[in-house]
């Protein structure tokens, strides 16, 4: 909640300081220490709004709140990806996000975040709520392609959004992840564990 995201960016390190042209590193303060006025480099200063912004724009969670929420999961992909994100998200969140929440109201933040650590390695096979992500992956892409519909803001065209969402279609059509794609890349010989976190 949005309590708990606060008390989170209090208490996150302060990657750096900007105090007019220079840049002070805050490696050995959170931010709490900043608001209480416990930072000698700044001669104590209190922080501004965009001492805050600056703080924010810092840390990289997949979902960062600003001035609004920004999903940073699509950061690297290619072009149809780029496009597909985006749309995929805004007809979850501004189409259909009742009927979302419906479905994964239920999930479990354990395995929800296990399910997050075990998809590079076994993509739409791995497992969350007794199903795979394949079967997730499919439900969510039609109430999004569904809310999109419901928005049914058109371009010159007259074709709604849901034409960023073939990428997407694709992928789940075909049972092939972008992470599939970029292993057939590589030579069959070649040793890709240092492409995962460990």
């Known amino acids: 909640n949005f309590e708990k995201y606060a008390e989170f960016v209090m208490n996150f390190p ?15 303060y959170n931010f709490k220490d900043f608001m209480d006025g416990k930072i ?15 703080h924010l724009s810092t840390i990289f969670t997949e979902n960062r709140l600003k001035k609004y929420i920004e999903l940073r999961s699509m950061d690297t992909c ?48 791995t497992e969350l709520m007794g199903k795979d992500l394949y079967y997730w992956s499919n439900l969510l892409l039609n109430l999004s392609k569904k809310g999109l519909k419901n928005r049914d803001i058109l371009n010159s065209s ?10 997407l279609e694709n992928l789940i059509d075909e049972k092939i992840t972008n992470a599939d794609h970029m292993i ?12 995962y976190d460990k």
């Open 40 to 54: 000698d480099e700044v001669n104590n200063r209190l922080p501004t709004e965009n001492d805050l912004t600056t």
């Open 158 to 167: 007259k074709q709604n959004e849901t034409k960023f969402l073939t990428h």
């Open 78 to 125: 290619g072009w149809d990806c780029l496009c597909a994100g985006p749309a995929f998200n805004t007809g979850i969140l501004y189409g259909n996000l009742d009927e979302a929440y419906e479905v994964i109201s239920q999930w479990d933040k354990d395995k929800i975040i296990n399910a997050y650590f075990e998809a590079p390695k076994k993509g739409f096979n």
């Open 184 to 195: 057939n890349k590589f030579s069959k010989n070649e040793n890709l564990n240092d492409l």
């Open 14 to 28: 302060i990657l750096f300081i900007q105090e007019k042209d220079n840049y002070i590193s805050g490696k050995k």
